[in-house]
DNA sequence: ACCTGAACACCGTTCAAGT
DNA sequence: ACCTGAACACCGTTCAAGT
């Protein structure tokens, strides 16, 4: 799809070091992610990588960008009622990030560097501002909502990894697809209802 | 205080392990709390402390408890209605957290990986129970509840790191201790009463 | 602009052997 | 019961030098 795509065969740029970690990512987990490795199945020095990334911390916030981006391009409806907005928001953020292994302790790294990955707290809070929420609580609710995302999306991959290794398969009680989905609009619900109870239409609020 | 403390100089037992990777953790941070920083420190050879712990995963977890248990020994009012236990649960998780340095992404890594540190998810769980929940609805409110803590405190924990590095501080326009406070109360808030919304005495429901 | 080669200062973990 | 000594298979990062 680039420009120079298969002309070059030595030679990369920043996105196809990109593209292939993430490549490696997805096949092997994040403990796997190393510098050595992305550079040893890209056919590189290790010290290559540094040409395009200063440090492995901004190679790991580029992989976490590029995942919410990929996952995040469509645009909501702009009619619908904000809190639809904010739970479609949420969901999409949840399974841009489902899209791709570990991706969930990856992005909650990056967050927690604050090197990138504030795409979704601005979405969020720009619909909750547009819906006539004050900025400060506007900030406060996208973060509370996103801590709840990265939450659930992590121990969810947990739980597949360690299913995949070979326990006990946890407690499939439940058809195991409709369960933690479940619990996810439940967790999601819990908290766009306390939103709503601050709405400035609101007709009555707790303590 | 232990029986033979100050007797033995060479051997050390589980409990001064962990006693003194704690220490390492406040003085140095996680991203240096190593087995052969830990061994060192403690005059040991970094295979000794194979003999405590099967592998760091498993000494980190004990940490965690270690946290936890030393911040959470105090028992709430049982008169008390269950909001405020949870709320009360909720902030004493937190201190506990904010005690030691990086804890919360200590405690996060634990609780991902399922070694520990359920004890918290536990005592919120019977709480809800108690004030007359569905157990498999406490259960996710509690994650719920749990999510929140642990990413509030992963954000907080590493903006004072950040700000300790140098960098800019951040946006102080608030008196900086009563700032973080507040969103944690206000976060807090929003997911206890989409909790009371669904309690049985509830008057109304929302969708 | 992008890469090599070599080095530096580290890791977690295992294991035979000691006391 | 607790520890040593040595090894194995790795890390992230830097830097002079090449093309």
Chains 1, 2 share one sequence.
């Not at 360690?162 to 946890?170: F, K």
Request: aromatic letters at 4%.
């Amino acid at each position: 799809m680039s420009p120079d795509d298969g002309m070059s065969h030595m030679r990369n740029r920043r996105a196809d070091v990109v593209d292939h970690a993430l490549g490696v990512l997805d096949r092997h987990g994040l403990p796997d992610l190393s510098m050595r490795r992305i550079a040893a199945e890209l056919g590189v020095q290790p010290s290559a990588l540094y040409h395009h990334f200063a440090s492995k911390q901004l190679l790991l916030a580029a992989l976490a960008d590029e995942i919410l981006r990929r996952g995040t391009h469509t645009q909501p409806d702009p009619d619908a009622p904000w809190d639809e907005r904010v739970r479609g928001g949420c969901h999409a953020l949840r399974d841009a990030i489902l899209a791709y292994r570990d991706a969930a302790e990856l992005v909650a790294t990056v967050h927690a560097f604050g090197l990138g990955a504030h795409e979704p707290h601005r979405r969020l809070c720009d619909d909750l501002v547009d819906a006539g929420f004050e900025p400060s609580f506007a900030r406060d609710a996208a973060t509370t909502l996103l801590h709840f995302v990265l939450g659930h999306a992590t121990d969810e991959q947990l739980h597949l990894q360690a299913n995949s290794v070979g326990a006990i398969d946890d407690a499939p009680l439940v058809p195991a697809d409709s369960g933690r989905g479940a619990s996810f609009d439940l967790g999601l619900s819990l908290i766009v209802d306390g939103i709503r109870l601050r709405h400035p239409s609101a007709s009555a609020a707790a303590s």
